[in-house]
Nanobody
Framework: QVQLAESGGGLVQPGGSLRLSCVVS????????ISWYRQAPGKEREFVAE????????NYADSVKGRSTISRDNAENTVYLQMYRLKPEDTAVYYC?????????WGQGTQVTVSS
């Protein structure tokens, strides 16, 4: 059974940093790209970042480019999203996602709130 579990969210002041983690199980982690998405209240879920199989390929949404770094540890079945210089508009529930065999799998999400 494919499972993804996000953690690391919380309340942070504008300009602060957070590192989100996504621990996965139920599939061969190193075979799949993993993505981060987010959903703010009243808005659609949007793409944030993606990392390729061995970590050699990274893609970012324009809204976070230059303020975020995605990475993976294949030995620990974990993907990280390090976020810097956070803004109030980064407030959202952050989800990790994997696409396997025609099916999309999501974690339960972790709340990030950027506020003074």
């Amino acid at each position: 059974q494919v499972q993804l579990a996000e953690s690391g969210g919380g309340l942070v002041q504008p300009g602060g940093s957070l590192r989100l983690s996504c621990v996965v199980s139920g599939f061969t982690f190193s075979y799949y790209a993993i993505s981060w998405y987010r959903q703010a209240p009243g808005k659609e879920r949007e793409f944030v970042a993606e990392i390729g199989l061995s970590g050699g390929t990274e893609n970012y949404a324009d809204s976070v480019k230059g303020r975020s770094t995605i990475s993976r540890d294949n030995a620990e079945n974990t993907v990280y999203l390090q976020m810097y210089r956070l803004k109030p508009e980064d407030t959202a529930v952050y989800y990790c996602r994997v696409y396997i065999g025609g099916n999309m799998h999501w974690g339960q999400g972790t709340q990030v709130t950027v506020s003074s």
